[in-house]
């Protein structure tokens, strides 16, 4: 089992800065990727930024050049820097893993429990 805990998020203006993380702990867990993903209201959960056990990054248009998303692996965190905010950018966060018990066993999602930031206008 992975237990994910998401901080960060909260209120800003537009234009402003927020830093998210998610600290990702259980007993041998193996991380491969990690993303970040956000919900607004009446809309479908969006995928925003992922990243490999490697480094790769990979982010969707909206947000690109704005947020950045890097991990530690020693600590099995996450982060997402955001830049630049915008009121669509208003959203529950959230933190999501795929984690096996070995590094050969059969890898699961995890899910944070989300996080809101607010941007106002």
């Known amino acids: 089992q992975v237990q994910l805990v998401e901080s960060g998020g909260g209120l800003v203006q537009a234009g402003g800065s927020l830093s998210l993380s998610c600290a990702a702990s259980?007993?041998?867990?193996?991380?491969?990727?990690m993303r970040w993903h956000r919900q607004a209201p009446g809309k479908q959960r969006e995928l925003v930024a992922s990243?490999?056990?490697?480094?790769?990054?990979n982010y969707v248009d909206s947000v690109k050049g704005r947020f950045a998303i890097s991990r530690d692996n020693a600590k099995n965190t996450v982060y997402l820097q955001m830049n630049s905010l915008a009121p669509e950018d208003t959203a529950v966060y959230f933190c999501?893993?795929?984690?096996?018990?070995?590094?050969?066993?059969?890898?699961?999602?995890?899910w944070g429990q989300g996080t809101q930031v607010t941007v106002s206008s």
């Open positions: 999501n893993v795929r984690a096996a018990s070995s590094p050969y066993a059969i890898q699961y999602d995890y």
């Open positions: 259980g007993d041998r867990i193996y991380i491969s990727s």
């Open positions: 990243i490999t056990s490697g480094g790769s990054t």
